[in-house]
C-alpha cells in the first residue's frame, strides 16, 4: 500500500496520516466502544462522527461531558499522531456551549493551530446535526520518543 | 430517612450529599459503565475510585484521556450538584501528569475551591494507586434552574 | 454623530462597537500605559497592536507573560463589550507560542466563538510583525447588569 | 554569601531561591513597574503583594485582568525558577472570582503541584486585603536549557 513515487507531497501525507489513525483506531477500545466514526483524516487534522446513545446520559439526563471530551479527545489524538510521530496529551481545556441529547449526531473536527518542536496546541470543535456548537475543546501535544507505526 | 432535626448542621449537608449524589449516580450510565465507586461525597466535595480496564485504553495502549477526564468530570459534578441546587458544567481542564495503565487504581477527589451565586470553581485530583497525581482538573461550574431532589 | 437611518445594519452595529470601545479606551489606563492602538473594532471582534518596549521584559529579559496576556485581555474586553452590554471576563486560558522581544509589534485579533444568553467564547491570536504566533488565548465572558454608553 | 555547609538542606534551597528571585526580580521591569513585593519565596513557593493603583484599571472602573494576571504570572515565574533551572512558561489559565478595586491590597501565593523532567504545574491563589479570593490561576511551565544564575 505505499504510494508511487509519483504522488504529491501533500498526498504522501494523507496516506501517511490514514494509516497511522486506522492503525491506532484498531487499538483505540474506548473511540471503538463509543462507536466514533472516522470521517476524515489529514497531516494536523482529523474529523469524527459520533451519535449519542442512551449509554452516554449522566445524572442530569444529557449526554455526559467526559463522552464529549472523549470524542473531542480522540479526534486531537488522531490530528497530532497524524504525521506518525508518537504524540500523547499534555494538557486540555474545554467550553461547554449547549448540552447534546440521545440521538444527536456530534461531529469533531481538529485543526492543528501550532507546532513547534515537541509542542502543538490543536483546536477542535464540536457540533450537532443542526450545525450548533456543542463544544470547544483546545489540546496541547507533546510529542515524545518513537513512532507510532513502525516500517 | 430524613434526619432528626437535632443532627448537627454539617451532618445534615451531608445527609443531603449523599441522596443527591446517590439519586445522579442511578441515573448516570456513563460512571456505571465506567465501574465508578462512590467512596465519599459531602457538601462541595466528592471522592470516587475506579479500575483501569483493557478497554479503557487508546492507540497508544496507555488508559484513554477521555476516561480520566470523565471520572474526574463525574466528581465534579457530584461536589457542584452536592447541595441539590441542579448545576452543569460550562468548562473545564485538565493537565495530565503521568499515564495510567490497565489495573492501576484511580481515585479522583474533588474540592470546592469558590462558589457564588450561579458560578463555582472545582479542583479535582486524580492519583493511582501509589498516590502518584496522574492529572490535575479544574472544572467551573454553571447553575440552572431547579433542584436535582424534588420534594 | 448618530448614524443615518439609513445605513445598514451591520454599520450600524460597527459604529456601535466603535463608540462603546472608545468610551471604554479612554478609561482604561492599562491599555494605554502599554500604548496599545485599537486597528479595528466590530460587533464580537477587535483588532489591537502593541510594541514590545524595554519596560515590558520580565527576569529573562524576554516579554513579561502578562503584558501579552494584557493585550490579549484588551482586545477580548473590547470585543465582548461592542455590543454595549456590560459584559466581564469569567475566565482566560493562554498559550505561549514563542517569545516576543523589545521592538516586536505585536497584533491581537479577537473573534467571537460562541455568544448564549449571558456568556460569550472569544479566541485572540497574538502574531508579531513576521506574522508568526507569539500566543493563543481563549477567553470566557459574562454578561452583567446594564450598558457600557448610557443613552 | 555561600551557605555554611551544616545549614540544613531545605534551608540551602531557600536560599537559591532568594538569590534566584533578586536577580530575575531587579531585571523584571513589570513587576517593579506594577510596585510588586516580594514577601517569601522557597523551592517551587512564592508569595507576593501588590497594591491596586488608579493607573491598574479598566474601561469599567475596576482593575484590569492583566493587572491581576501579571501579579499571579510573577509569583509562578518566581516559583518554577527557584531552583534555579531556568523555567518559562508554557500556557496558564485564569478564574476571575471577584473584582479588585484601587486601594486594594493583592496576595499572589503559588505552590508547585507537579514537577517531572521538564514540566511543572503550578497553582497561585490571589487574595484581597480580607482574604477573599479574586483570582484562581494555573501555569504549565516548560524548563530550558540553561540556568537562571551562573556560578
Chains 1, 2, 3, 4 share one sequence.
Not at 455526559?64 to 472523549?70: A, E, Y
Not at 479527545?73 to 456551549?97: E, H
Not at 490543536?122 to 475543546?137: I, M
Request: glycine share 10%; hydrophobic share 35%.
Amino acid at each position: 500500500m505505499d504510494p508511487p513515487l509519483n504522488v504529491p507531497h501533500r498526498e504522501n501525507e494523507t496516506v501517511l496520516a490514514e494509516a497511522v489513525t486506522n492503525w491506532m483506531f484498531t487499538r483505540d477500545y474506548v473511540s471503538q466502544g463509543l462507536g466514533i466514526q472516522i470521517v476524515e483524516v489529514g497531516p494536523g487534522y482529523s474529523k469524527l462522527e459520533m451519535r449519542v446513545r442512551p449509554s452516554m446520559t449522566n445524572g442530569h439526563g444529557i449526554c455526559h461531558g467526559g463522552v464529549i471530551f472523549s470524542l473531542a479527545d480522540s479526534a486531537f489524538a488522531f490530528a497530532c499522531n497524524s504525521r506518525n510521530q508518537k504524540t500523547v496529551a499534555a494538557g486540555c481545556s474545554i467550553d461547554f456551549l449547549s448540552s447534546a441529547r440521545v440521538g444527536d449526531e456530534l461531529c469533531a473536527e481538529a485543526m492543528e493551530q501550532s507546532l513547534q518542536s515537541r509542542t502543538g496546541i490543536y483546536d477542535v470543535v464540536v457540533t450537532d446535526q443542526s450545525g450548533k456548537r456543542v463544544a470547544l475543546f483546545r489540546g496541547r501535544s507533546h510529542r515524545v520518543e518513537g513512532e507510532v507505526l513502525k516500517e
